[in-house]
């Protein structure tokens, strides 16, 4: 990595805490202007942001918790070897499975995705791992159930090849959009 590659990336980093802090500032300054228009509703949306943010802290631990083990315990060259750009198949099989296995609610995903995709995950098995996610094991007895086993056997199929479909679409997106 030569001098200006390391410059660049110290320019960007800046400019985006720059871009997080006029954010802020930009959501407070219209606070006061709809708090000057009409106060009563712009405290009662205050607070009701405040009521939700509360109730979401339990959940930000437990994420910025799960990304530190992750960071911990995932390295660069596993995600390299098994979700990597020289990943082939195999990691269409590991973002398929753990699609299918992962639990909780998807937000929790995101931050883990674009970590590993910093770590060299293709953005292909992002899409593949997020579209498996809707085979869901635990409920498929009680879809075989209510519709019947040969319709829970083709949807989860269906479901199973158009997550593989998405992943190539995205690949052609992504790639489509670097060689413009």
């Avoid at 407070?28 to 205050?46: H, M, R, W």
């Avoid at 910093?118 to 007895?141: D, H, N, Q, W």
Wanted: net charge positive; charged share 15%; hydrophobic share 55%.
């Amino acid at each position: 990595m030569n001098r200006a590659t390391v410059r660049g990336t110290k320019g960007e980093k800046k400019q985006k805490t720059v871009a997080k802090f006029l954010f802020l500032g930009a959501v407070a300054a219209l606070y006061a202007i709809f708090f000057l228009v009409d106060p009563e509703g712009t405290t009662s949306a205050f607070f009701f942001a405040l009521t939700v943010l509360t109730k979401l802290w339990p959940v930000l631990i437990f994420v910025f918790f799960l990304m530190f083990v992750v960071n911990l315990l995932v390295k660069p060259s596993w995600v390299r070897r098994h979700v990597g750009h020289d990943s082939g198949a195999k990691g269409v099989w590991v973002a398929l499975v753990g699609g299918i296995i992962s639990m909780g609610p998807i937000y929790i995903w995101y931050t883990m995705l674009r970590d590993f995709q910093k770590k060299g995950m293709r953005p292909a098995l992002i899409a593949v791992f997020l579209y498996s996610r809707g085979v869901k094991i635990p409920l498929l007895p009680l879809m075989a159930f209510y519709f019947g086993i040969t319709y829970t056997v083709v949807l989860t199929m269906y479901m199973l090849v158009f997550a593989v479909l998405s992943g190539l679409c995205t690949e052609w997106l992504v790639h489509g959009r670097k060689a413009a």
